[in-house]
């Protein structure tokens, strides 16, 4: 019998996947993250032929060590900065992903956080619940527009066009990208400009929208210098990961007004945030959860699981990740 670990607690229809196959499945319930030392110990305790990660879970050789039996890491996630690849691939274990299943829904959370920020919908929330709304006033909380406005798309790929396509098609603006390589669709669909450089494309855009997965190439790809390239009445939204941004940088441009605001789902160093982030109006946090739909979850559980599927019953991961 085929024995799988997950790292916490997923979506039951993954869950039930596994099960239906006569698996053996043990699962974290505890509800948080385990210490590097708590995983290496539970891995350890059986010899599990897979284990389904998380992206909070930081798999490194350690881990690899502590469960040889484990020839198939699936992690649930559309990332795998947080797994060790050469470690992977020096002891023959295959890596998989979950990209695709959650485009859409990350899509229409960075459009949310865009309306939330430019609407100024956060500061009016607040404004009502401390009982300061006197009435209508011409001058309260005034936004801004985003029609003809550009946007500027920095990662080509699904999430970034999907942002895209409902800011372009729905709201009227200018879409602009930046990516290492051009994408036609983005072209031919959304009839937008292409820039060869991020130093090029901030200059112009009056929405940066960050959609780059975590690598040593695009770590702090925001940061001090970029960020005085923007306009001072640009705004930045990042759904991406929390290190591509120069969190304290972002605090510093924000308090100072070298552009007008933020969008974060994520943050350099979750869950802590940098020094006085949450303090400043002119920003809207949310908890990691551009991927939090019933749908989206559900998706990403049933690609998690299918992948150890496929690699059990003796075929490729559809979403085995190259190393």
Same mark, same amino acid.
């Given at each position: 019998?085929?024995?799988?670990?997950?790292?916490?607690?997923?979506?039951?229809?993954?869950?039930?996947?596994? !099960?239906?196959?006569?698996?053996?499945?043990?699962?974290? @319930?505890?509800?948080?993250?385990?210490?590097?030392?708590?995983?290496?110990?539970?891995?350890?305790?059986?010899?599990?032929?897979?284990?389904? $990660?998380?992206?909070?879970?930081?798999?490194?050789?350690?881990?690899?060590?502590?469960?040889?039996?484990?020839?198939?890491?699936?992690?649930?996630?559309?990332?795998?900065?947080?797994?060790?690849?050469?470690?992977?691939?020096?002891?023959?274990?295959?890596?998989?992903?979950?990209? *695709?299943?959650?485009?859409?829904?990350?899509?229409?959370?960075?459009?949310?956080?865009?309306?939330?920020?430019?609407?100024?919908?956060?500061?009016?929330?607040? %404004?009502?619940?401390?009982?300061?709304?006197?009435?209508?006033?011409?001058?309260?909380?005034?936004?801004?527009?985003?029609?003809?406005?550009?946007?500027?798309?920095?990662?080509?790929?699904?999430? *970034?066009?999907?942002?895209?396509?409902?800011?372009?098609?729905?709201? *009227?603006?200018?879409?602009? %990208?930046?990516?290492?390589?051009?994408?036609?669709?983005?072209?031919?669909?959304?009839?937008?400009?292409?820039?060869?450089?991020?130093? $090029?494309? @901030?200059?112009?855009?009056?929405?940066?929208?960050?959609?780059?997965?975590?690598?040593?190439?695009?770590?702090?790809?925001?940061?001090?210098?970029?960020?005085?390239?923007?306009?001072?009445?640009?705004?930045?939204?990042?759904?991406?990961?929390?290190?591509?941004?120069?969190?304290?940088? @972002?605090?510093?441009?924000? !308090?100072?007004?070298?552009?007008?605001?933020?969008?974060?789902?994520?943050?350099?160093?979750?869950?802590?945030?940098?020094? *006085? @982030?949450?303090?400043? $109006?002119?920003?809207?946090?949310?908890?990691?959860?551009? $991927?939090?739909?019933?749908?989206?979850?559900?998706?990403?559980?049933?690609?998690?699981?299918?992948?150890?599927?496929?690699?059990?019953?003796?075929?490729?991961?559809?979403?085995?990740? !190259?190393?």
């Amino acid at each position: 019998m085929k024995k799988v670990y997950i790292t916490r607690r997923i979506p039951e229809i993954g869950i039930s996947m596994l !099960k239906e196959k006569g698996y053996e499945v043990d699962i974290n @319930l505890e509800n948080r993250i385990l210490t590097k030392e708590e995983l290496i110990h539970v891995v350890s305790l059986k010899p599990y032929d897979a284990v389904l $990660s998380l992206l909070t879970d930081q798999i490194d050789k350690e881990v690899f060590d502590a469960v040889p039996t484990a020839k198939i890491f699936a992690n649930y996630a559309v990332g795998f900065n947080n797994i060790n690849l050469p470690g992977a691939k020096e002891r023959g274990i295959t890596i998989t992903n979950t990209p *695709g299943a959650l485009a859409d829904t990350v899509g229409e959370h960075t459009v949310a956080l865009l309306l939330a920020l430019t609407g100024r919908i956060v500061e009016g929330d607040t %404004y009502v619940r401390a009982g300061k709304y006197k009435g209508w006033d011409p001058m309260l909380l005034m936004g801004t527009d985003l029609e003809n406005k550009t946007v500027a798309i920095i990662g080509g790929g699904r999430i *970034g066009y999907r942002a895209g396509h409902i800011l372009g098609k729905g709201f *009227g603006m200018n879409i602009a %990208y930046y990516d290492v390589v051009r994408n036609e669709m983005f072209e031919k669909d959304l009839n937008a400009t292409f820039y060869d450089s991020i130093d $090029s494309i @901030l200059p112009i855009a009056d929405i940066v929208s960050l959609h780059v997965p975590l690598m040593d190439t695009t770590h702090h790809l925001i940061n001090k210098e970029r960020l005085s390239l923007m306009k001072k009445t640009a705004f930045l939204i990042n759904t991406a990961r929390g290190p591509v941004v120069d969190e304290e940088a @972002l605090v510093d441009a924000l !308090k100072n007004k070298v552009i007008a605001g933020a969008g974060l789902d994520v943050f350099e160093h979750e869950p802590s945030l940098a020094l *006085g @982030l949450s303090e400043l $109006s002119n920003v809207v946090l949310t908890p990691h959860i551009a $991927s939090a739909t019933v749908k989206a979850r559900d998706e990403m559980a049933v690609l998690a699981v299918t992948n150890i599927i496929d690699f059990f019953e003796g075929r490729e991961p559809k979403n085995a990740v !190259k190393v």
